[in-house]
């Protein structure tokens, strides 16, 4: 079993629509979760960053984390076509039950998303 | 405001060429690391580095070599390149590895291509 597993999609929705992404990982000692956006042929760039469980929201982007489950979403409302991108999910962990290099990231394969106008 | 530079953007070799692709960062950062990008793999971590003088291997490290004898470069050796290496390389640097939260900027990737 992967430490961080990510459906790769394609997910097509129209303008307008409420989008959801999600990751689940099976690390218990992960703390650290990011979502990163890769438009095509570019490198990824950050686009949220979340410690430990809770919500956290910018514009039209919310992240979430639920700890409990072990599982990560990224909700975009109001879609637009400029949101067409990979998205990737990442995430690292500390401390003595972290059994990875600390600090490093672990990402998902990435969401490929398209919003069609 | 330059960020993560890797240069060259595209490359073709032929097997058994070597060749280093080059990461320049001009943000002071102390972490930088080198990944590959395969259909359907995802990000793969090559080699880190938290510190000039100090690397370690990553998931995927076989047929790479690093160095990092400065705070801003980064470069990364393929000794002998082999068809398995064709890939998109990004390079990527954080303000700190020591934090754990190790929010990472990435290059705009290099695609190497090996006949």
């Known amino acids: 079993q992967k430490e961080v597993e990510q459906d790769p999609g394609p997910l097509s929705v129209p303008e307008g629509a409420i989008v959801s992404l999600n990751c689940t990982y099976s690390n218990s000692a992960f703390q650290y979760f990011m979502w990163y956006r890769q438009y095509s042929r570019k490198g990824p760039e950050l686009l949220m960053y979340?410690?430990?469980?809770g919500n956290k929201e910018d514009g039209r982007f919310t992240a979430q984390v639920d700890k409990s489950s072990k599982y990560i979403s990224l909700f975009i409302r109001d879609s637009q076509p400029s949101d067409s991108a990979t998205y990737l999910c990442?995430?690292?962990?500390?401390?003595?039950?972290?059994?990875?290099?600390?600090?490093?990231?672990?990402f998902g394969k990435g969401t490929k998303l398209s919003v069609k106008p | 405001n330059a960020g993560v530079t890797q240069t060259p953007k595209f490359q073709v070799l032929k097997t058994g060429q070597s060749m280093t692709l080059q990461c320049a960062q001009d943000?002071?950062?102390?972490?930088m690391s080198w990944y590959r990008q395969d259909p359907g793999m995802g990000l793969r971590l090559i080699h880190y580095s938290v510190g000039a003088g100090i690397t370690d291997q990553g998931e995927v490290p076989n047929g790479y070599n690093v160095s990092r004898s400065t705070t801003e470069d980064f470069p990364l050796r393929l000794l002998s390149a082999a068809p398995s290496q064709t890939s998109v390389y990004f390079c990527a640097s954080s303000y700190s590895f020591a934090l754990a939260k190790n929010i990472q900027y990435f290059g705009a990737g290099t695609r190497l291509s090996v006949l």
């Open positions: 979340t410690y430990s469980s």
């Open positions: 943000m002071n950062h102390e972490y």
């Open positions: 990442a995430m690292s962990g500390e401390g003595r039950n972290y059994g990875g290099s600390q600090g490093n990231l672990i």
